[in-house]
């Protein structure tokens, strides 16, 4: 039997080397270039131990394995890999459907008598000369409006448009373009001129409604597409137009878009180029006065079929039958908002997926299984045509149930919780290993990056991106990426926690304490600091204390069975953070510490004077906290709720966190310039922030709590890291 991986290498051979050489396509001879990059260090500027995470020696046997040939079961004969070339998508012939209905429409108009015409020129010159019809009059030029949605997933549809515009621009069918974006990201719709933010206030009125297109390019995934007013102004267009939408989607995959809320039904039209209420139903479902107050619309598929049933219709040619939607444009039927349900489980995702999508969408998912989900990494694979005709797989699996959307930051985008391991596991490790080192080069040149993909997990924290949140994001991806399939060293993954986000902060006065508060918060004063710091966005997490367990031999603190990775760490106590802080400074350079309560305060306040940074509405806290109220009785993921005015998120609630301090009753006698107060004669610490298990009360800004060090770990306490900046 051949293996799983051979199948594999067959599969996937000509993908890969498309990308690693996109402007050549390699062949079978070729073989000993093939092995000379497998068996080449990933990035020059990587030591020799950076790149040993997998064997060399297996690198190149399954390189050759992959390029070369294998044994058919029983037989010695040798089979070599076919490799085929890619191909441009196809495209609809715009241009050509255009000019046919011109020369069609000019051709069976072209001797038409203008009767009126010849009688007013005899009438004048007492001469018989015949006067024809201009063929305009009967729509050989067309007035072209054309809407492109703006929803962020039509990026994936880029080249399609541009293709329209191009074909529309170029055509002598077309005397006049206008281009128009709707924006359909929120609930309402909003139209704007070309791509400025000139809003469109009114239909777009055609002077002459016979001679008029009006084109909607959508993948009708926006929000928007769900709300009856974006079919009420449609309607309104269609009085003075015949309008038409574009689905971008491939036709099967329509009614898992919000053309599933119109009623499908074909239409023929009773009018040469008339306008949308010209459109007659196959079947009388609808009375006359029914449809009117309901948007008919043609919905064409992006392909030459569609185009030409349209071109057909508008000329008249037969009784013309066409795909059309009626949508409800009444208020009183309001679409309801859908949304993807996050209860359900990520195998049940992948299984369900994998159930129903195409071929080429259950490979693109593959691959994505060993990608950073970068929009310049989908965007090469698009525009490099390097998955063959497979934009429709794009789609598929862009909107597949597969990708968190909410957790996209900027063009870096995520599978939902666990997705990416039950792809990974479905492929089997060794096949993924393979994937992620030859895609390794491909994925550099679509995000434009110098460095190897790998580099990104030695992150030097003096280094000039570390600062760079793609990098960070795409460095936490490939960290699961590789911790799922083995590719990693312990170093790799401290380096990682090294480079935790922080916010810099440029201190200056602020009044600390509370009078409204207990005696221990009072008295109100101001702190000056004197230096500023750098503190950590959230609590340390179980996935970043556990490698520091791993890498010393410490236990690992117990997770109460609520779950680890980026649940806040709990049961560590002050001398446990100590230990922590003194193993992260060692790794990085830098100098980590817990913050002084002054620090604490200060950050969480955010400049605020209330009792909570966000103000004084205690109904507002579940919004920004894990409390008592609702936590579940136990910690939540850190980054969840709401974060501060500077950015920082569960300064109130999920855990209480360690300061420096020791404990002092009140503040009287405390430093009036944010450094730590110590005091040798006790071993109570100060703790901040409230925890899930606080009231409202216990999580203000000001309120303060305290324990002492000896051995103590409990569940409601964590820590957050902080750095002097120089």
Not at 69 to 97: A, C, H, Y
Not at 270 to 277: P, S, W
Request: hydrophobic share 35%; with cysteine.
């Amino acid at each position: 039997m051949k293996s799983h991986l051979d199948a594999i290498a067959l599969l996937e051979l000509d993908f890969v080397y498309g990308l690693l050489q996109p402007k050549k396509i390699p062949t079978p001879s070729q073989e000993s270039d093939i092995v000379a990059f497998a068996s080449a260090p990933l990035s020059t500027a990587t030591s020799q131990e950076s790149y040993n995470y997998v064997s060399h020696k297996i690198v190149i046997e399954k390189a050759q394995k992959a390029i070369g040939s294998f044994e058919d079961e029983g037989s010695t004969k040798r089979v070599s890999i076919p490799l085929k070339e890619n191909r441009p998508q196809e495209m609809p012939d715009i241009l050509r459907q255009f000019e046919s209905y011109r020369v069609k429409l000019e051709r069976e108009h072209e001797n038409h008598l203008n009767e009126s015409k010849t009688a007013d020129i005899y009438t004048m010159t007492d001469l018989l000369t015949p006067y024809f019809l201009d063929t305009q009059e009967y729509g050989a030029r067309f007035h072209i409006h054309l809407l492109e949605d703006s929803n962020s997933s039509m990026f994936l549809w880029a080249e399609h448009v541009a293709h329209f515009l191009k074909s529309i621009q170029r055509s002598k069918a077309i005397v006049s373009f206008s281009y128009y974006q709707i924006d359909t990201t929120e609930g309402t719709s909003q139209v704007y001129l070309g791509h400025t933010k000139q809003k469109v206030k009114r239909p777009l009125y055609a002077s002459s409604p016979q001679n008029t297109l009006t084109f909607v390019l959508s993948d009708h995934i926006g929000l928007a597409w769900q709300n009856p007013t974006i079919y009420k102004s449609l309607k309104a267009w269609s009085e003075h137009s015949f309008v038409a939408m574009v689905s971008m989607l491939p036709e099967y995959m329509w009614s898992r878009s919000s053309l599933r809320k119109g009623f499908s039904m074909y239409t023929h039209s009773a009018l040469h180029m008339g306008t949308n209420d010209s459109l007659k139903p196959e079947y009388d479902f609808f009375d006359t006065q029914n449809l009117k107050e309901h948007l008919t619309i043609p919905v064409l598929a992006y392909d030459d079929s569609s185009f030409a049933h349209l071109g057909r219709l508008l000329t008249k040619e037969k009784k013309q039958w066409i795909h059309t939607y009626i949508f409800t444009t009444s208020d009183e039927t309001q679409h309801k908002k859908t949304k993807e349900s996050k209860d359900r489980e990520p195998k049940e995702r992948v299984e369900s997926y994998l159930a129903t999508a195409t071929s080429n969408a259950r490979r693109l998912a593959i691959y994505a299984s060993v990608l950073p989900l970068h929009y310049d990494v989908l965007r090469q694979l698009i525009s490099k045509k390097e998955l063959g005709d497979t934009l429709d797989a794009f789609a598929e699996f862009y909107f597949g149930g597969l990708l968190d959307k909410e957790k996209s930051e900027g063009k870096v985008y995520d599978f939902y919780a666990g997705v990416r391991r039950e792809l990974l596991h479905y492929i089997g490790m060794d096949e993924a290993k393979e994937i992620f080192v030859l895609l390794d080069g491909a994925i550099r040149q679509a995000l434009d990056i110098n460095y190897s993909l790998i580099d990104l997990l030695y992150l030097n924290p003096k280094s000039t991106y570390l600062g760079d949140e793609k990098d960070h994001k795409l460095a936490e991806m490939l960290l699961e990426i590789l911790s799922e399939i083995g590719l990693f060293y312990t170093t790799a993954k401290e380096n990682l926690a090294v480079s935790k986000d922080t916010i810099h902060l440029n201190t200056n006065s602020f009044q600390m304490g509370s009078e409204d508060g207990r005696d221990n918060e009072k008295p109100v004063h101001t702190v000056t600091f004197e230096h500023d710091f750098a503190i950590a966005k959230y609590p340390v997490t179980f996935a970043e204390y556990d490698l520091y367990c791993e890498d010393t031999g410490a236990k690992k603190p117990d997770d109460e069975g609520w779950g680890r990775v980026d649940r806040p760490v709990i049961n560590v106590s002050w001398d446990d953070a100590q230990k922590y802080c003194k193993w992260l400074s060692q790794k990085s350079g830098q100098d980590y510490r817990l913050p002084s309560e002054a620090e604490w305060e200060y950050a969480c306040r955010a400049d605020t004077t209330t009792k909570w940074s966000f103000g004084d509405d205690v109904e507002k806290l579940k919004d920004y906290a894990w409390y008592t109220k609702n936590s579940e009785s136990k910690t939540q993921e850190v980054g969840k709720k709401k974060e501060n005015p500077w950015g920082l998120y569960d300064m109130h609630g999920n855990v209480w966190e360690w300061c420096q301090d020791s404990w002092v009753d009140n503040y009287i006698n405390t430093p009036r310039d944010g450094t730590v107060h110590e005091d040798e004669s006790t071993s109570s610490k100060v703790l901040r922030g409230g925890s899930w298990l606080s009231y409202g009360n216990g999580s203000r800004s000001a309120y303060r709590f305290s324990r002492y060090v000896d051995s103590l770990r409990i569940n409601i306490v964590g820590f957050r890291l902080l750095r002097t900046l120089p």
